[in-house]
């Protein structure tokens, strides 16, 4: 599919560098991965403490 998009020159350029990609489509791939896999990080730790504790759970039998 393609897309046209205006991406700010300096931004790309310094993702460029960072990345070390050899083409401004991996790129922006890359980044488009990377910001999707941190909002869902960020979902996942909005989880945390929102569900009750398990009165099964044995702790001291998960240091063994």
Do not use: C
Not at 12 to 41: C, H, M, P, W, Y
């Amino acid at each position: 599919m393609a897309t046209h998009l205006s991406i700010d020159p300096k931004l790309l350029s310094e993702a460029l560098d960072i990345g070390g990609f050899g083409s401004k489509k991996d790129t922006v791939n890359q980044a488009l991965k990377e910001f999707i896999q941190r909002r869902k990080q960020r979902q996942l730790v909005d989880l945390f403490g929102n569900f009750p504790p398990d009165s099964d759970y044995d702790y001291k039998k998960g240091r063994k």
